[in-house]
């Protein structure tokens, strides 16, 4: 069978590309052995983000006291099998509605493992597909580092990665993550939540390195206020049968739990197409502008570039392919790409931080407003957090914004149609906002950085 474009990988970068061709009117195929919405829909953003909905319901639920509702604590209990069934039948109506939109749009699945043999020639099984463009969108796998004990670990079943970890029957008691990282601090904030014993153990001297440093030092604040303890500057030595070795401030140290999440970091998935010899880095392969490899009728996107491995930064990426191998003069900017961390409160973030601002000499001014003088936030009972922006002092450009919140990666939205349309922040802080809404602090913060604040 002959394509126009063939598409190796069904994730949220695949499987946008798809659609996005077949609209164009182009003869589309799409290869995938698992099942169609690759990790995000199955094993990442979509059941993470259903379970932390179940824990911050739950949540609520414990605190009902401070909104006047009454409830015996004894009479507020949790099922996590029914959870759990939430969650795949979350997953099962996404995946169900990308059949359809696959099948709609008129794109021809494969559902199979993808050999690449040649830039033309793509093997499913003992099918043989050819395509004048093939678009590359196959993500990534864990990173299963060299620890002794750990390979033992996972096969009696006391180490997990993310996608087992969704699946475990109950809640621990206690639970060691290996990784502060935003996959472990979600999961750590999720277990947390029902009274599991957390600790993140992280091998940098900070977590969330990319996080602006105001931002953190709030988060982790938070983070101990929930009783989950965070060891940086900690090197893994050892999982032995029932806890974790390792090597902190010159000291061989051990903490035991039930069960441990490794969550080190993601890496490339370039085994189906390694016959085409691409140019790679070690973050994955390299692309221009329009998401072209080395080869140019061979396209990469999504992880397998391993410059940022997110969903949405692979589905914008699978339009701008499909949108160049069309003709159009589109290229993909990868400095533009919002970033969240789903937690109790959110953070999200897109540009430069402050720190960053700084190393590069690019002048800069900051402006913060706290959520605590927002009247939709005290209605809520959700004050922790800021908005914090960073601005050219001359131009008003928006540099930045980091936003900790418990809707914090809906109000960035605004900040990132801002930076995309190229306003100032005086455009931003002139809107009017409606009132009350939390949106308010993303004005605010505005109003701070081209003057003064209203309500601070």
């Given amino acids: 069978m002959t394509y126009d474009i063939l598409i190796l990988g069904g994730g949220p970068g695949g499987y946008v590309a798809a659609i996005k061709a077949a609209q164009l009117g182009y003869q589309v195929g799409l290869v995938e052995k698992n099942a169609l919405g690759g990790v995000c829909l199955n094993e990442g953003c979509i059941p993470t983000k259903t379970l932390l909905k179940n824990a911050k319901v739950y949540r609520l639920m414990k605190h009902a006291s401070a909104y006047g ?14 959870m759990l069934s939430r969650k795949n039948k979350v997953i099962k109506t996404l995946t169900d509605g990308v059949k359809g939109l696959l099948k709609k749009n008129g794109v021809t699945v494969h559902n199979g493992y993808g050999e690449v043999l040649n830039p033309t020639t793509v093997k499913v099984g003992d099918e043989t597909l050819a395509t004048k463009y093939l678009i590359l969108a196959t993500g990534a796998s864990p990173v299963i580092p060299n620890i002794p004990g750990l390979k033992e670990g996972f096969e009696r079943q006391f180490v997990y990665t993310y996608s087992s970890l969704l699946n475990y029957p109950n809640v621990p008691a206690s639970l060691t993550i290996i990784g502060g990282g935003v996959i472990g601090l979600e999961f750590a904030t999720l277990f947390s939540s029902f009274g599991t014993k957390v600790t993140v153990i992280e091998r940098l001297d900070q977590i969330l390195s990319a996080v602006d440093d105001d931002v953190r030092q709030a988060y982790l604040r938070l983070l101990k206020k929930e009783k989950i303890e965070v060891i940086t500057g900690a090197s893994v030595t ?13 000291s061989s140290k051990s903490i035991q739990s039930d069960i441990v999440l490794l969550s080190v970091g993601m890496k490339p998935n370039l085994e189906a197409f390694k016959a085409l010899n691409l140019e790679t880095t070690k973050q994955g392969v390299v692309v221009n502008a329009h998401l072209q490899t080395n080869i140019p009728n061979v396209y990469a996107i999504g992880d397998i570039t391993g410059k940022m491995m997110l969903a949405h930064a692979a589905s914008a990426e699978g339009v701008t392919a499909v949108e160049h191998i069309s003709g159009k003069d589109v290229s993909f900017s990868f400095d533009h790409v919002p970033s969240a961390i789903y937690g109790f409160p959110e953070i999200a973030w897109i540009g430069l931080t402050e720190a960053a601002a700084k190393a590069d000499n690019i002048p800069y001014k900051t402006s913060k407003f706290p959520l605590m003088a927002n009247g939709r936030s005290l209605a809520e009972g959700e004050t922790d ?9 001359d131009t008003g450009e928006i540099i930045g914004a980091h936003i900790l919140a418990s809707n914090a990666s809906d109000l960035l939205a605004e900040v990132v149609l801002a930076i995309k349309s190229e306003a100032t922040i005086a455009d931003v802080a002139n809107a009017i906002h409606l009132h009350p809404t939390v949106s308010e602090t993303v004005m605010e913060s505005a109003l701070g950085a081209i003057h003064k604040h209203i309500h601070i």
């Fill in 238 to 250: 050892e999982i032995q049968t029932d806890a974790v070795v390792y090597e902190h401030q010159g």
């Fill in 385 to 393: 957090g800021f908005v914090k922006v960073v601005v050219h002092p």
């Fill in 69 to 82: 509702i009454h409830i015996d604590d004894s009479a507020v209990t949790f099922n996590w099998t029914d």
